[in-house]
């Protein structure tokens, strides 16, 4: 009895050991697993996970819908489009004279391949089209897409409707904190407040911008424009060498990106202002 007791707590022990071992071991691999940069929108409960040169187009393209005054819906259309034609890039070819982020033909009266590989050109061209559409708000969305782009596999771009639905919503301001991007922090990133300034007003409009070398405030009049604008700028942040997007409570800052936005209790609850930090000169 005594020695079958003593087998069984040295058992226990091993176990223990076993069991502590391996603890250790999978949070130093964890630990000295690699960091892999990225962007993700999470909106009732799917998410859409992107690399940063996706993320800076999905934003491009959801901001210029809000500057058109159209709906987060022509968005959604929009992005499930580029989706199907580039995977969000902007391609400088593809099938036949196809090139940009909607594939969009010099050949079919879309413009010149010039034109067409300028982001912000070919976006406004997709959605001058969709606005001839008659009732493009209350339709399929992979309806709608075929319409503006009479692809030859028109039902494609519903398979990515989810991840175009969570972006738009995220992305035009209508859910809030629900876009982050995870980025590693550079400490050579220099800071680009004058570029970021130009950069908003080509994507938003008119925009009334305070800036000096190390911050740059965006006052807002609504909070759907303020979210917008501050989940444009993290998808942004690594461009443009910011340190912390600010808005209402909630912050989103480089040096812990992984964690997404966090309650910041120094920032107040006001949501008139959307503040952004970079790194001071060296």
């Not at 089209?129 to 494609?156: C, F, H, N, P």
């Not at 000096?212 to 303020?226: C, D, F, L, P, Y």
């Amino acid at each position: 009895m005594r020695k079958a007791l003593v087998i069984l707590l040295s058992l226990a022990v091993v176990a223990g050991l076993v069991t502590f071992g391996a603890y250790l071991l999978s949070d130093r691999l964890a630990g000295e697993l690699p960091f892999t940069e990225g962007c993700e929108a999470t909106v009732n409960g799917h998410s859409a996970s992107l690399s940063l040169e996706e993320a800076e187009n999905a934003a491009l393209i959801s901001a210029v819908s809000i500057r058109r005054g159209m709906p987060a819906r022509a968005a959604t259309i929009a992005l499930a489009t580029a989706f199907q034609e580039s995977g969000l890039r902007n391609l400088s070819g593809g099938h036949l004279d196809s090139v940009g982020l909607f594939q969009q033909r010099p050949s079919m009266g879309w413009g010149t391949v010039e034109q067409i590989l300028d982001p912000y050109y070919s976006t406004n061209k997709f959605y001058a089209a969709l606005a001839k559409i008659d009732g493009y708000t209350s339709m399929e969305i992979t309806d709608a897409a075929q319409r503006v782009q009479k692809s030859a596999a028109g039902q494609a771009y519903a398979q990515h409707e989810p991840d175009a639905r969570a972006l738009a919503s995220s992305l035009t301001g209508h859910s809030t904190a629900a876009f982050s991007c995870a980025v590693r922090p550079d400490e050579s990133a220099v800071a680009q407040p004058s570029a970021l300034r130009a950069e908003l007003r080509k994507s938003f409009g008119s925009l009334t911008v305070s800036s000096n070398a190390t911050s740059t405030a965006v006052r807002v009049s609504q909070a759907e424009r303020g979210w917008a604008i501050a989940q444009w700028s993290v998808a942004h942040a690594k461009k443009f060498g910011l340190t912390s997007v600010t808005f209402g409570n909630q912050r989103w800052t480089m040096g812990e990106s992984r964690s997404g936005w966090q309650t910041a209790p120094d920032a107040g609850s006001g949501t008139g202002t959307v503040r952004l930090a970079f790194a001071p000169p060296a």
